[in-house]
Structure formats: structure tokens, C-alpha cells
């Protein structure tokens, strides 16, 4: 089997699998031993729900392949700690992290935190400030700063760490904020962890899609679901991967996917046979760069995913190969960027010679 | 020999050992042949497992919300830049099964119902096992990375934290039952304004355990009506037993019982087969620890300018600082000594004791009283001492390799120590409270049915 140029890759959503550590553990390895590419986490504010972060975190020595992409919210968090954590979830992983970066639209997320609520426009602004401040913490130590020079008695060089001096733009509806830096860790094994958002996110007056590694598409149905993802690719342009998010029910255990139908989540919701899902995926990736699917009940699915699914479209040379040793950059196909401060340095450096 | 701590107290006879990972300062030795990753998911898994094999209580992640400066630029001489503890904690909860997981976190730059709920989901994502390290470091310096900036007065930082652990402590108990449902928790304070429904249940040890380090009498009136356990600074016999009295009685003063609030002192463990090779040993940490470099950086802190030209073999700099007060940017350890006097004491000090720069400043930063030096069976015998009279609960140690440094803990301390039937050969149970032997915390009742709003 080779794997073509088209070829893309499948995420799981594990919300499902709560916090109980024997079922997150047998939930995150059945999805890796079935091949999918990637696990993300809900942070959903449900009961019962953990901290996204830390599933991931916890998942991280369980596993060996997958990449694990936890949610966390850009509004009413502090951007500092949530950098600091996912830098953190890179070195646990050993750079199998990425981040989806979702804006709280909750009345009650504000009144957690005693904050106002915002709304609108204010969402993307608050979550283009946090990401900011993420990848320029991410690059505020250089890869090579920790230098061990027993000769100088140096532990690290600090002209290779940077002031990220972050304000908030002007016109942010919201408070404003500035983070002075550096990192209090060094850079994440990945240089910058993929950024992920929602498509609706991401655009004019929104999020800039250069903040951001991928996107994550929405339609009301699978009919509409491939088109949705071309109409966001000539959107965003190329540089952006495009994610399709589908909700499965499959017929499964003898009984119809049909019977088993929960509520609307506002996602295509794919209702059917193994068989038929396996075309329906084979021809969405021709299109997309990956599908992350919402099982309907992880344990019902999962297993119908693992035994009928995945091998297929396996056969079929749809995926990319899992990433052995490899990072969630790998998997993406991006390069391992330089840290920003490092090329402002190259830069001075050549200017003055 | 003191002989009684208090009529009410009980010594349990026995010692537990945490093992406080520090990813900074000097006391952590990077020059060595042998010094491991500070980053590194492998150096904390070879750690806390082989702690976990020496039947350890706790494994301590610190915090440091920016990274410590020297004259103007972070500082270059030191171990720094370490992971999230939360973070790496739970990773740890997947490769560890009893050893207890305590992340040091602060109460100035977090939002109480953010912390609570990241705090319950590592209780549960361990099984019980999590800890919080309560630290209230406040300044306009730190807060420098924070939303929420310098707005906290120093004087009211207990009384702040306090507030927020109350509020804590009720999102932890807003279950009514395992299966919920859960209470709202109010909370309209000065500086917060909390309004949530917790999402998690409590755990198996019920909430996580409270360690807290504060000094000063406000800080051990703090610890003595909220913690389960102080991370002291007051590891020698004496001063331990002293202060173990003042931690007896302020309990006893604030409701609790004598033996309500567990003391574990910081510690270090210098040892070796016999008392000659500990001392030689000792001789080598040292010098690694504070090398000629760090010696003089160490002055330059408190004289606020460079002083590279002179001989860290030589005697203490003749000219006088240039600062009136040290600044918080080395830590809150170093924070507002009186540099003037300071320098005209230490040379005073120095030329006395016949000590070049580098000699002074080892004297000044070991943890001369925390340090533990000599063979294995004369150290467990001392050890012993403390744990028939109780002057502590155990010992919190910082290894000065990382990530080797507790193999010869593990392997020839506790063994010495089991033998004198002073530490567990087993653990006792799963959960961090069991295996402290605290007792498990009672649902406040003026939470049921509903939580109230409270003005602070």
C-alpha cells in the first residue's frame, strides 16, 4: 500500500470517554490501535467532564502514535497558563500536541471567572490575542537556548531568550492585557504547536488564517459537507489544512443506526452502514485533509470504526501513514518552524554586516 | 532531649518522603557528567517510579510564573524552565499508581473556579492522589504576564488566598452524592467574583490535599486552619521541634486537633557508605552547586551591579551596592534586604571567617540547616529521633541530580529506615490521604442544600 498525495487522516473525538481513568485509557488506545491520526478532547462544559488538557496529558505515556488535541478556551482563560500548559503537553507527548482554540460563547464561562460577557466580534479578537501570545511565548526561547556550558558556567544563553511584549490591539472590545514573557519552559519539542479553529472563526474581521494550522468545517449535512470544505479552501487559501467534522451512528450489534439517534449537534451527521461510511470517508478526503468523527456512543462505534472502517479505507490508500517517532507537525505536513526571534536576529545580524 | 511536643499531641512514629523536583535554582546540579533533562517526559518517569519504589508520600512540582532575572535579563547560571505542574502531573498520574501528586499553584494569577476544576480533574484523573501546593507570590513583576496584572496589596495576600482556598474547598464539596446533582457556589469578593457549577465530583480522597509553605505568623495561622500538610522550612531537630509546638498550638487555636496539620520540612540528603565519603561528597555537590560564576552572580543580586572583575577566590568586593533595596526578580527569597548594611555585615563576615567569595557565598546559599550529611545507618538513626519524638511527619527532599538523585535514597536510606521501623514498608492504601494517614473531610453542611453567597 502507498499512500498517495490525496491520502488524509482521521481524528476522534474522546469526549465520551469522561475521566475515569481505566475508560479514557482503553478509549485512547482502541482509537490508536484502530489507526486514526489524531484523539481531540471536548472541554466541554458538561458534568462529569475533566480539564481537556490534562485527558490529553494523562493520555500522552498510554500511547505512542496519535496526536492529542485538547480544546481550550482563548476567552476567559489566561492566555500565559494555557500556553505554558500545551508547551507542557508537547514535552509529555513528545510532540504529539496541537490545540484547538475555541472562544467561549457562555454567559456562564464569564460568570466563572467574574468576568463580562462578550459576544460578536469580540470572540475572535479575544482569540487571536490569545494565540498570538501563545506562539510568541512558543518561540521565546530559542531551540538552542539551553547551552550547558560547563566552561562559562552558562545553563542557557539568554540572548537566545525574548521579551514577547504582548499588548492587546486597540480596539479589543474586551479589557485589554499585555504579557511581557519570556516562557517560563523552554520551546515545545515541536517548535509551535498546530493551532486548529473553527472555520466559522477564521476569516475577514475574524481570525487571520495565518494564526492558525487548520480548520475545522461544519455543514448541516454530508450532501453539503464537500462542498462546504472546497468553499472554505478557496476561502483560506492553501495554507491552511481543512478538517471535516462529521457526527456517526453506525448500524452496529445488530441493530440500525437509524434507532439509535440522539439530538442534533448541529454537525452532518452521517446514519448508516460501515460500508457506507467507508465510501462516504474515502470520497471526503479526496477533498478534505482530514475528518474528525463524533462517534454517537464511543463504545458502540469505535469498535465498528476499528474492525470495518479504518482497515478498508487502509486498503483503499485514503490515510497517511500514522506517525512513527514522528510529531502532530509531521502528520499536518508542516515544516518545524524557526522561532520568529531567531530570524529577527539573523536579520539584524545581516543588516549590520 | 525534648521528650513532649504537647500534651495533645500523638507522634505517629513514623516518616513519609515527598520528593520536591525543582527545575530551578542552584541546587539542582546541570554539570555533572550525569545530569539528566529538566524537560525531558523520561528524567520525571525515572523519578517519581523510582520514588514511588521507595514507598515516597508525594512527588512536588514548584512554580514560577516569570522566570528569575540578574541585572536586567533572565538569569543564565541556573537550572530553568520547567513544564506545567498540573500538566506533568498528569501525565505522571498514567505510569505511577500510589505515590501522591502535589503541584505548587498560585492564588494571586489563577481564577479560583479555573484552579479548582483543573485541580478535581487531576484528583480523579489519578485516582485520588492530587495535592495542591498553596503559594501566594504577589507583585506587579509577575503579574506582568497576567491578565489580571499587580493588583494585589502584599498585606492582603493571605487574607486573599484564604478567600479563594473557602472557595475552592466549596466547589470540591458542591456534589451532593458521587452521581450529583451539584450545587452552585457563589463567592463576591474584593478581588473575585465566582459563579459556577462545578462540574466534577469528588474523588476518591474526597478532595485534594493542602500543602502550604507560608513563614510568617500569618502564613502558619493560614496553614494552621486550611492545610493537611506545611512544607517547613525548619528541618533541624531543634528548630523542628520548636516549630512544631507553634503549629500544635495555633491548631489547637483555631479549631483543629493537635495532630490535624502534618509538618514535612525541606530537605536535602547528602550520603555514602561511611561519614568520610559523605563529607567528600558533600565537598563536590557544593562545588557544583555554586560554581565560580554563580558565586559571584550571588553578590551582584544584592550589590545591583556587575562585579565580574573580581577573583570569586578572592575576598568580597570593597566597593558598595548601588541599590538601596533588592529587587523581587530573583525570587521571593531575595526580596528587600538592605544592600548597604548587607555588604558592610558580609564582608565584616567574611574577613572574620578568613572566606574568598566563592567559599561565602557556598556558606550563604546551602542548605546548611537542611541538609543531611553522612552514612547511610548514622542518618537513619537521627532520623529515627525525629520520628520517635515527632518533631515532623517526614522529609520533603529536592535531589540534586535529576534524574538519578534518589537511587541511593531509595536504595540504602529507606531500607535503614524500615528496619528501624520508622517508614512504611507498604502504602498504606491508594490515595494520597490515606497514605498520609489524614482523615477525610467532612461535607460542610451549611452547603446543602444550597451554597450562599458570602462577602469577603
Known amino acids: 500500500m502507498s499512500t498517495t498525495p490525496k491520502a488524509g487522516f482521521l481524528a476522534i473525538e474522546l469526549d465520551g470517554a469522561g475521566w475515569e481513568r481505566t475508560s479514557l485509557t482503553q478509549a485512547v488506545l482502541a482509537a490508536e490501535s484502530a489507526g486514526f491520526h489524531v484523539a481531540t478532547f471536548a472541554d466541554a462544559p458538561v458534568p462529569g467532564r475533566a480539564n481537556a488538557l490534562q485527558r490529553a496529558a494523562f493520555a500522552s505515556p498510554v500511547t505512542r502514535t496519535i496526536a492529542l488535541v485538547p480544546e481550550a478556551d482563548t476567552v476567559y482563560t489566561e492566555t500565559f497558563h494555557i500556553s505554558t500548559q500545551l508547551a507542557s503537553l508537547d514535552y509529555v507527548s513528545g510532540g504529539r500536541a496541537g490545540w484547538i482554540a475555541t472562544a467561549a460563547q457562555s454567559p456562564e464561562a464569564a460568570a466563572a471567572v467574574g468576568r463580562s460577557f462578550v459576544n460578536g466580534e469580540a470572540l475572535a479578537q479575544e482569540a487571536a490575542a490569545s494565540i498570538e501570545v501563545s506562539r510568541r511565548l512558543w518561540d521565546s526561547w530559542e531551540d538552542d537556548a539551553v547551552i550547558r556550558d560547563v566552561a562559562t558556567g552558562r545553563y542557557i544563553d539568554v540572548d537566545k531568550l525574548h521579551y514577547v511584549d504582548f499588548e492587546t490591539p486597540a480596539g479589543l472590545a474586551g479589557p485589554g492585557y499585555s504579557v511581557k514573557g519570556p516562557s517560563i519552559i523552554p520551546r515545545p519539542l515541536q517548535g509551535q504547536l498546530p493551532v486548529l479553529a473553527a472555520a466559522s472563526l477564521v476569516g475577514d474581521g475574524q481570525l487571520s488564517p495565518d494564526a492558525v494550522d487548520a480548520v475545522l468545517v461544519t455543514a448541516p449535512t454530508p450532501e453539503l459537507l464537500a462542498a462546504e470544505v472546497c468553499e472554505v479552501r478557496a476561502r483560506l487559501g492553501a495554507s491552511v489544512a481543512v478538517v471535516a467534522e462529521l457526527d456517526v451512528v453506525l448500524d452496529a450489534r445488530g441493530q440500525a443506526a437509524a434507532s439509535r439517534l440522539a439530538a442534533e449537534s448541529g454537525r452532518a451527521r452521517f446514519v448508516g452502514s460501515a460500508a457506507g461510511l467507508t465510501d462516504y470517508l474515502d470520497s471526503l478526503l479526496k477533498e478534505a485533509d482530514g475528518v474528525r468523527l463524533h462517534p454517537a456512543s464511543l463504545a458502540i462505534e469505535l469498535d465498528e470504526l476499528a474492525r470495518l472502517v479504518l482497515p478498508e479505507l487502509g486498503r483503499r490508500g485514503a490515510l497517511r501513514a500514522p506517525i512513527q517517532d514522528g510529531t502532530f507537525r509531521d502528520l499536518l505536513r508542516l515544516e518545524r518552524p524557526e522561532s520568529r526571534y531567531a530570524r529577527s536576529n539573523t536579520a539584524a545580524a545581516g543588516g549590520g554586516n | ?456
Open chain 2, 1 to 456: 532531649m525534648t521528650q513532649h511536643i504537647h500534651a495533645k499531641y500523638q507522634p505517629s512514629g513514623q516518616l513519609q518522603f515527598g520528593i520536591f523536583f525543582q527545575g530551578v535554582n542552584s541546587g539542582t546540579i546541570w554539570k555533572a557528567p550525569e545530569s539528566g533533562s529538566q524537560t525531558d517526559f523520561e528524567s520525571f518517569r525515572r523519578i517519581v517510579q523510582t520514588a514511588e519504589r521507595g514507598k515516597f508520600a508525594a512527588f512536588f512540582l514548584g512554580e514560577g510564573l516569570r522566570l528569575r532575572e540578574h541585572l536586567g535579563r533572565p538569569h543564565a547560571l541556573d537550572v530553568v524552565g520547567r513544564p506545567d505542574a498540573q500538566t506533568m502531573l498528569a501525565a505522571l498520574a498514567a505510569v505511577t499508581k500510589n505515590i501522591g501528586l502535589v503541584a505548587t499553584q498560585n492564588t494571586t494569577y489563577n481564577d479560583p473556579a479555573d484552579l479548582a476544576h483543573r485541580l478535581a480533574s487531576l484528583d480523579l484523573l489519578s485516582g485520588g492522589r492530587a495535592a495542591w501546593n498553596v503559594v501566594t507570590t504577589d507583585n506587579a513583576w509577575t503579574g506582568a504576564n497576567f491578565r489580571r496584572g499587580g493588583y494585589l496589596d502584599h498585606a492582603d495576600r493571605y487574607v486573599h488566598a484564604e478567600a479563594f482556598v473557602e472557595t475552592a474547598k466549596r466547589i470540591w464539596d458542591s456534589w451532593e452524592t458521587p452521581a450529583g446533582p451539584a450545587h452552585r457556589v457563589v463567592h463576591e469578593g474584593r478581588h473575585y467574583t465566582v459563579d459556577v457549577t462545578p462540574r466534577l465530583p469528588r474523588s476518591a480522597q474526597y478532595r485534594p490535599v493542602l500543602f502550604q509553605a507560608g513563614d510568617s505568623p500569618d502564613g502558619r495561622d493560614f496553614a494552621a486552619r486550611q492545610a493537611d500538610v506545611i512544607f517547613s522550612a525548619h528541618p533541624k531537630f531543634d528548630d523542628a521541634v520548636e516549630f512544631r509546638r507553634d503549629i500544635v498550638a495555633r491548631s489547637l487555636a483555631a479549631g483543629r486537633g493537635a495532630n490535624d496539620v502534618q509538618i514535612m520540612p525541606a530537605s536535602e540528603f547528602i550520603l555514602a557508605a561511611t561519614e568520610q565519603e559523605a563529607q567528600e561528597k558533600k565537598a563536590w555537590v557544593r562545588s557544583l552547586q555554586i560554581g565560580p560564576q554563580q558565586a559571584v552572580a550571588y553578590l551582584e543580586q544584592f550589590w545591583g551591579r556587575e562585579l565580574s572583575a573580581y577573583d570569586p577566590d578572592g575576598p568580597l568586593p570593597d566597593i558598595d551596592p548601588v541599590v538601596e533595596e533588592t529587587s523581587e526578580t530573583r525570587g521571593s527569597g531575595f526580596h528587600g534586604a538592605k544592600a548597604r548594611q548587607l555588604a558592610d555585615q558580609w564582608r565584616a563576615e567574611a574577613k572574620e571567617r578568613g572566606l574568598s567569595i566563592r567559599q561565602f557565598v557556598t556558606s550563604k546559599t546551602a542548605r546548611i540547616d537542611a541538609t543531611f550529611t553522612g552514612s547511610y545507618t548514622a542518618v537513619a538513626d537521627h532520623l529515627a529521633e525525629y520520628a520517635r519524638v515527632g518533631a515532623v511527619d517526614g522529609f520533603n527532599i529536592s535531589p540534586w541530580l535529576i534524574p538519578t538523585g534518589l537511587d541511593d535514597i531509595v536504595n540504602q536510606l529507606v531500607p535503614e529506615l524500615q528496619e528501624r521501623g520508622v517508614y512504611p514498608t507498604e502504602y498504606r492504601g491508594t490515595t494520597l490521604r490515606e497514605n498520609l494517614g489524614l482523615a477525610t473531610p467532612e461535607r460542610s453542611p451549611e452547603l446543602i442544600p444550597a451554597a450562599a453567597a458570602s462577602v469577603r
